[in-house]
């Protein structure tokens, strides 16, 4: 069964350009959160996703945003990019939300900001 | 909300010597903990979990073991190996008023010498 993957690998902006990074999650997987990962700050959770909504969202301003589409795919949003949002953002499928399960990881999208 | 410490943030041993990282949480409602290695340029992998009404689990050369009255959990790596080398994260997670929270440790970076 394929992993996560994660779209595009690498990615330069310019601050105040917006910025959509593209996460399939496993076959079968509904559920797709995203992280932010930075050296001072380590994992931070970003937002999760289920059936095309919204579930949770972790403490980001609204300039993050995110979506999920009928085949779970999903994508984020970054818009008026500023510096701080220099970070690998990574993307983690789980089977369901109904309990506390485990998630997998994609290679992550290594974003800087200039 | 959770909150998680990892101790050490580095670790350096000897090739074949054991590994401990350990980890402690605050919330008690917390009732699941994934451990994931994070290799260079690539996203963190699940190598292990454990549920709350576990007190060890195993998996070869890694285990897991929590304590719920003290709210604490590690991993231990025997006969450690070069390739074991890599960034290791804990995790506590929770389902709570209907989504999971998961708050992730600050990362220790293991380094085995040949």
């Known amino acids: 069964k394929a992993g996560v993957t994660q779209t595009p690998r690498y990615l330069i902006k310019t601050r105040g350009q917006q910025v959509t990074l593209s996460c399939s999650p496993i076959?079968?997987?509904?559920?797709v959160s995203w992280y932010q990962q930075t050296p001072g700050q380590g994992l931070q959770f970003l937002f999760e996703?289920?059936?095309?909504?919204?579930?949770n969202k972790g403490n980001f301003p609204g300039r993050f945003s995110g979506r999920q589409f009928s085949n779970s795919r999903s994508e984020m949003n970054v818009s008026t990019l500023e510096l701080g949002d220099s970070a690998l953002y990574l993307c983690a499928s789980s089977p369901d939300r109904i309990y506390a399960r485990e998630q997998y990881f994609g290679p992550g999208t290594r974003l800087t900001v200039t | 909300g959770e909150n998680v410490e990892q101790h050490p943030s580095t670790l350096s041993v000897q090739e074949g010597d054991s590994a401990v990282i350990k980890c402690t949480y605050s919330?008690?409602?917390?009732?699941?903990f994934p451990w994931y290695k994070q290799e260079l340029g690539k996203g963190p992998q699940l190598i292990i979990d454990i549920r709350s009404n576990v007190g060890e689990k195993k998996d070869q050369r890694i285990a897991v073991t929590l304590n719920k009255t003290a709210k604490h959990f590690s991993l231990h790596i025997t006969e450690t190996q070069p390739e074991d080398s890599a960034v290791y994260f804990c995790a506590a997670s929770l389902h709570s008023g209907g989504y999971q929270k998961v708050t992730f440790g600050t990362g220790t970076k293991l380094q085995v010498i040949p």
């Open positions: 076959s079968g997987h509904r559920s």
């Open positions: 919330d008690s409602a917390s009732n699941y």
């Open positions: 996703y289920f059936s095309e909504t919204q579930r």
